[in-house]
């Protein structure tokens, strides 16, 4: 079974518990692990084996500068299937910086996330 791996960044607050509300309830029994850092991300991405299982990773974050300390960890990124969660269209060159990780899909904090766990449920089945 794929395995999710939730970077919400802690700075998020309400808006990271309620999107991890409504992946827990759209994908219910898929594990989870969920980390609130970088560096915490960055431990659970090494952990996994890349010929037993290809997770997931989901990034959370209305912190560009967050993003900038993740992309600084790309080699971990590499090869993996990330869909991304950014803060607004309103941020200047926001598409730069998205294609920098070559999402396999990205939205925005202003969505209910209908089409995101559609995507996730898809990428799992695969």
Known sequence: MKKIILFIDRDSQEKGSFFLQIIRKRLPGIKMNICTSVASCVTEV?????????PIIVLFTHNIDRLDDLYE?????QDKKIVMVLPTKKIHDITSIVHRFSPRYFTYMDNQYEDLCDVLHKMIVQ
């Open 73 to 77: 960890k790309k080699d971990m990124l």
């Open 46 to 54: 090494s952990r996994t084996k890349p010929y037993m299982e290809k």
